[in-house]
């Protein structure tokens, strides 16, 4: 017989059964728990609870591991790249020669924009933030193309290969775009022979009758950088994207919506945050100590960023390849970068400092990426939405995974605290 848990509640023992996934990680199902003894379970930040069963990404956080469809992490980093691997995140299965052939040919073939797009950026402000446009411009590529947004499941589900590798291709032409326009430069299209990263470093970096010069350890870098973000099971974004979805929403509304969770600095921010810390110290000329130091008195808005995880209670094992790419990249570039010393510095300060081993806190994947894309020339404000790029195969796997699924709509219940029922008064008698 399968495993059962007991709860007491007012002397009462109530059976609940027990849903155990392929890694033997144990859950209580409480879905009937409000039916059978009027109350619901509490879990502010659900860090404890299991929102959905998903088949995607598996990590253990005690032990570093992270999977995408079983494929470990280290595997896919050195064997596999961004487009074959979001193939595997969105459809489960490595590609074929054939599969990734015609994947391959629907991102080249959608990577240009509409026309009538263009005169969105002009309506922009300069300064406005390149999250912001990339929201706002992948929800309305739903009006571009009604037939792939009609907010009827089955229909959205048909036309999903191409809803998919429209969003592949243009967030990362939306990108480059948004990033010229703050620039005041005229917009590059995207090249029909380059392969993805190639593209999207051609499309913000080269100049009229100028091509961007290629490096394939630069192009092997951001594969990486977006190879390990491709996914990351239930975190903020991804959870919006879900629940987005499931109220019947279509891919595009979804996805932009996953954007919009993924801008906060406890999330996909973090990224610049950790680059704005890095030349705080550096400006101060502190060599870390003094930060970590005040990183230790429980003040959130002097917390170090690119530590800690909400799963990860040991090193993040993506930020231990990106740390060896982060060498190599700045070896090749010649570059020697102080913040990779402060980095550093800050690392090995922590990695043995009794508030960090206490609370687990180690280097997330935030940590390195940013020194790498700002090697590569990316600003810093584009640094969240690089990850949006990257998180893509991730946020369109999980809406296809939600919409084949029979997930009902995502309806989470509350504890009220307010005031107790009071009478109105008139505004005159107050
Ligand atoms: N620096 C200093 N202290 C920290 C840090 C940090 N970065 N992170 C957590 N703590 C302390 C915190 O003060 C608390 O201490 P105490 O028990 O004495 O009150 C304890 O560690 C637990 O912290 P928490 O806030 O309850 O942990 P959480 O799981 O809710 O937060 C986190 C996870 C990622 C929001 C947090 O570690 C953090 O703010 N880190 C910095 C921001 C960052 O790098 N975010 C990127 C996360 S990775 C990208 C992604 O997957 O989205």
């Known amino acids: 017989m399968s495993e059962t848990a007991k709860i007491i509640i007012e002397n009462k023992t109530f059976e609940f059964p027990v849903v155990v996934g392929t890694e033997n990680e144990k859950a209580i199902d409480t879905s009937k728990l409000r039916d059978t003894t009027g109350y619901v379970t509490y879990d502010d930040g659900y860090g404890n609870t299991a929102s959905c069963e998903s088949s995607i990404t598996f990590i253990d956080g005690e032990t570093g591991i992270l999977r995408y469809r079983g494929y470990d992490i280290q595997d896919l980093a050195v064997q596999s790249n961004f487009i074959e691997s979001a193939y595997l995140v969105i459809y489960g299965e490595l590609p074929t020669v054939q599969q990734l052939q015609n994947f391959r040919h629907l991102i080249l073939r959608n990577a240009a924009i509409h026309q009538g797009m263009f005169s969105f950026f002009e309506a922009f402000p300069n300064n406005s933030h390149p999250m912001a446009i990339l929201s706002a411009m992948l929800n309305s590529l739903g009006c571009y193309y009604p037939e792939m947004a009609t907010n009827n499941r089955q229909r959205d589900l048909e036309q999903l290969d191409n809803a998919a590798t429209i969003l592949l291709s243009k967030v990362r032409t939306l990108a480059a775009m948004s990033y010229r326009m703050k620039h005041g430069l005229p917009f590059i299209h995207p090249k029909p022979e380059l392969p993805y990263c190639s593209n999207f470093l051609h499309m913000m970096f080269s100049e009229p009758y100028v091509d961007y010069k290629f490096n394939p350890v630069i192009d092997r870098a951001l594969n990486l950088i977006l190879l390990l973000h491709a ?101 090749t570039l010649g570059v020697s970068d102080p913040l990779l010393d402060i980095a550093l510095k800050l690392e090995e300060i922590a990695t043995h400092d009794e508030y960090f081993l206490a609370r687990k ?52 219940r509350q504890i009220y605290i307010g005031s107790p029922r009071r009478e109105y008064v008139p505004i005159d008698k107050r």
């Not at 990426?369 to 946020?395: E, Y």
């Open 361 to 412: 806190l180690y280097p997330n994947v935030d940590f390195y990426s940013g020194i790498i894309m700002r090697a590569i020339g990316i600003p810093v404000d584009m640094f969240t939405v690089m990850f949006a790029i990257g998180r893509m195969p991730g946020w369109i796997g999980h809406w296809r995974e939600l919409a084949t699924s029979k997930s009902p709509i995502h309806r989470p």
């Open 231 to 331: 996914d990351h099971e239930q975190n903020c974004s991804t959870s919006t994207v879900r629940m987005v979805a499931s109220g019947g929403a279509n891919l595009f509304a979804s996805a932009s919506a996953g954007v919009c969770a993924l801008w906060g600095p406890a999330h996909g921010g973090a990224n610049m945050a950790v680059i704005h810390m890095l030349e705080e110290i550096h400006k101060a000329g502190d060599d870390g100590s003094s930060f970590v130091a005040a990183a230790k008195s429980g003040d959130k808005t002097k917390r170090l960023m690119g530590f800690g995880h909400r799963v990860y209670k040991n090193y993040d094992p993506r930020a231990k390849i990106l740390k060896k790419t982060c060498a190599e990249v700045l070896n």
